[in-house]
């Protein structure tokens, strides 16, 4: 205890330094921004604006700390286009559509934005305050953790992510394969062979992170956007002046309890993030309290459910990234390589290290959520203007920003057609069902899965028999295999009521 | 169909990866067990079986893309190499707003305000990137002279 509070009193000093102070305000500002505009999600967001916080020359605590904010408003933006658009801003906010566009149909719309800021505000903070209670006891324990059991967790966190993300297993893995595969391009640390550079001088050092998450994320996006273009113009509902009452929060607040819980712990998990989460707190919520039906009409508890389990999800997924250096989703991997970028080894050492990074962005974020909840109350109907903005001016800007964010970095105009290169594959992959995150994931997570394995093998002189010799490997590998049954059980268990009941009828 | 042709692509690209690991990689000297090669055999052998799955059962059918958005896709790749191709060149002013303007007359924007968001866009872009924030942004090989002359006239 006494090492959270002592942690918490360094990272409020680092937070509420004006300067840090401030790029949180601005995080937070852009990121609901970001996450208001239909289509642009959190991952976007920080993947478009990530080279330009690098090359502003932050230190790297203030470069977090806007990221995080950018990340974080993302996640509350999302609500906006859900509840007005019925457009879901990303993948986590698609179960607030369901209550809260009918809520916004039936005039209601203040009502719907104004509970679900509550819910996020109050999923969010939960989150941090179980993170900071968390964080340095999984730290410590982490650090017990020899190649062999990171090898574990590593196969743990893709068997988790196979399982739980995306359409079908295959590609999911598939897509972490992709991603491995393109770490290991460069010269090899270990003994300095090259490995995949065909003598191009450029990728010697490897493919530059910044590159691949630009251009799978940021340019793959734009080109949807440009797919998606001829659907159709969107309508956004009008805001109005109905706001929350007691009543409803009332109504909503075991719910949002309930919904925070599940969030912060499905964020935990490696790989599930957001989406999965505000699934999986919807559809609890509707089994618990939907006796009447209303669940999908607009009722306020399916409506709070979602929305605070996506920001606890959000606080939950930073968990596994700081302490253990393996990320719970796509945007913390990105978060992720990052911190690598600034030399920092995020891990269990970190908060020994770098104590002013890592309890600096614990601060930054219950400090974000205040702001989050103060900007969203009374701005909103400036941010659901925002979704007015045609998106034949969008689309344009989303590519100006990737091109100034990659080249102020490096100053090459090669790694602009790179970016452009794999957007259009990233475009493919999406179009094809397949998600990006996993791609991600795997990049980021290559090298150190890569290493981890070698130094176990090095340490037993070869014998594969290490990476089982301990029980913390095999207990995360018996997890890891639990991880992939359960949910293809309970599949099968469901697919099999359903025909059960279809036939009794 | 799409599905097939995709996974056939990238098994030929991770053959190619998996013969490159099996025969080129080898480091000079033996530092651990596994050496700069192990890893890549691992994952090539990972993902050409994930390939197979997939050209055996392939889940979604086609693209469902028309031929116009075919097209209109076609397009914002070629403008988008077009504007790498020219950043340097022209600099960042002058090629932000063509393709603006291009662009997003193109996505269905009026013909003047698309002009209006280009010229906008890289103006205001360059002075918020330049003198704002301090970021390195290409002036373009074209003017550099020009601002060399103006320059030297003021020294």
């Known amino acids: 205890m006494d090492t959270v509070l002592s942690g918490l009193a360094t990272g409020f000093a680092v937070a509420l330094d004006p300067f840090n102070l401030m790029l949180v305000l601005v995080g937070c500002f852009f990121g609901t921004l970001i996450g208001a505009l239909p289509g642009l999600g959190p991952i976007n967001g920080v993947a478009i604006l990530l080279p330009i916080a690098y090359s502003l020359g932050f230190p790297p605590e203030s470069a977090l700390i806007l990221l995080a904010g950018i990340y974080y408003g993302a996640e509350y933006g999302g609500r906006i286009s859900s509840i007005l658009l019925n457009v879901p801003g990303d993948a986590g906010a698609v179960m607030t559509t369901l209550d809260g566009n009918p809520l916004a149909r039936a005039g209601q719309a203040g009502r719907a934005l104004s509970l679900s800021a509550v819910a996020s505000f109050v999923g969010g903070t939960f989150a941090v305050i179980l993170m900071s209670l968390f964080a340095p006891a999984l730290a410590g324990f982490a650090v017990t953790f020899g190649p062999a059991d990171y090898v574990a967790l590593m196969v743990f966190a893709f068997a988790s992510l196979a399982s739980l993300v995306g359409k079908s297993t295959v590609k999911t893995l598939l897509g972490a394969t992709i991603g491995l595969m393109m770490a290991t391009i460069g010269i090899d640390a270990n003994t300095g062979v090259p490995r995949y550079t065909f003598g191009i001088p450029d990728i010697l050092a490897g493919i530059d992170f910044l590159i691949v998450v630009v251009g799978l994320f940021g340019m793959a996006e734009l080109l949807t956007l440009v797919e998606h273009q001829a659907r159709g113009t969107l309508k956004s509902l009008p805001v109005d002046k109905s706001f929350v009452r007691m009543a409803d929060l009332a109504a909503t607040k075991w719910t949002i309890l309930r919904s925070s819980l599940i969030g912060f712990f499905i964020g935990i998990l490696p790989g599930t993030g957001a989406s999965v989460a505000s699934a999986v707190a919807y559809g609890t919520e509707k089994r618990i309290s939907d006796k009447d039906g209303t669940f999908g009409h607009g009722d306020v508890r399916g409506l709070a459910a979602p929305e605070a389990a996506n920001n606890a999800a959000a606080g939950g997924a930073m968990v596994p990234m700081l302490t253990l250096g393996i990320p719970g989703s796509g945007t913390t991997a990105i978060l992720l390589g990052a911190l690598l970028m600034f030399n920092i080894q995020p891990g269990p050492m970190m908060f020994a290290q770098r104590p002013e990074v890592a309890w600096g962005l614990v601060a930054s974020m219950y400090i974000g959520n205040v702001a989050l909840l103060i900007i969203n109350l009374p701005l909103v109907g400036l941010f659901a203007r925002m979704l007015t903005i045609p998106q034949h001016y969008l689309t344009p800007l989303i590519a100006i920003l990737a091109f100034i964010g990659i080249y102020t970095i490096v100053g090459n105009p090669h790694d602009l057609f790179m970016i452009t290169g794999l957007g259009i594959f990233g475009w493919f992959l999406r179009k094809l069902d397949f998600s990006l995150a996993p791609v991600i994931l795997g990049f980021v997570l290559g090298g150190l899965f890569e290493d981890n394995l070698r130094r176990a093998l090095s340490i037993s002189g070869g014998d594969w028999s290490i990476l089982v010799a301990h029980w913390k490997s095999v207990l995360l590998y018996g997890l890891a295999l639990l991880v992939v049954i359960l949910p293809a059980w309970l599949g099968r268990r469901a697919r099999a009521q359903a025909r059960r009941e279809a036939a009794a009828r | ?155």
């Open chain 2, 1 to 155: 169909m799409a599905n097939r042709i995709f996974a056939a692509v990238l098994l030929v690209v991770t053959l190619g990866y998996a013969v490159i690991a099996f025969t080129t990689i080898k480091a000079p000297f033996q530092y651990d067990p596994l050496g700069p090669e192990s890893w890549p055999r691992i994952l090539s052998a990972v993902a050409i079986l994930c390939l197979l799955f997939i050209l055996w059962k392939p889940d979604a059918d086609g693209l469902d893309v028309t031929r116009r958005v075919w097209f209109r896709l076609t397009a914002a790749v070629v403008l988008l190499f077009g504007y790498a191709e020219l950043y340097e060149p022209l600099g960042f002013i002058l090629s932000t707003i063509l393709f603006g303007t291009i662009l997003s007359a193109m996505l269905g924007a009026q013909k003047l305000r698309a002009l209006g968001f280009g010229v906008a866009s890289g103006v205001a872009g360059y002075l918020l990137c330049v003198t704002l924030m301090d970021l390195n942004l290409p002036e373009g090989a074209l003017f550099e002279p020009l601002f060399e002359t103006s320059q030297q006239g003021e020294s």
